[in-house]
């Protein structure tokens, strides 16, 4: 479901010109961590980091529950 959201966040992102928004990694303008509210394309920018960043943490968290599960031995 969620990389289903970054393939809409991510068009959004394409289709608003909003890939500037936020200039820099991981703060978004000036040190701030957050994008200002009144800024339309810093936001879009923003929300389509931080939905990534909880799917890239959710793949990490299955690969390591993956890699740690005992092989099962049964054919």
């Given at each position: 479901?969620?990389?289903?959201?970054?393939?809409?966040?991510?068009?959004?992102?394409?289709?608003?010109?909003?890939?500037?928004?936020?200039?820099?990694?991981?703060?978004?303008?000036n040190?701030?961590?957050?994008?200002?509210?009144?800024?339309?394309?810093?936001?879009?920018?923003?929300?389509?980091?931080?939905?990534?960043?909880?799917?890239a943490?959710?793949?990490?968290?299955?690969?390591?529950?993956?890699?740690?599960?005992?092989?099962?031995?049964?054919?």
């Amino acid at each position: 479901m969620l990389l289903a959201f970054i393939i809409v966040t991510g068009a959004a992102v394409r289709l608003s010109g909003s890939g500037l928004g936020c200039s820099d990694w991981p703060t978004c303008e000036n040190d701030q961590l957050v994008a200002e509210i009144d800024d339309v394309h810093a936001m879009v920018e923003f929300v389509n980091r931080v939905i990534t960043g909880f799917v890239a943490l959710a793949v990490i968290i299955a690969v390591l529950g993956c890699s740690l599960e005992p092989p099962n031995e049964k054919i």
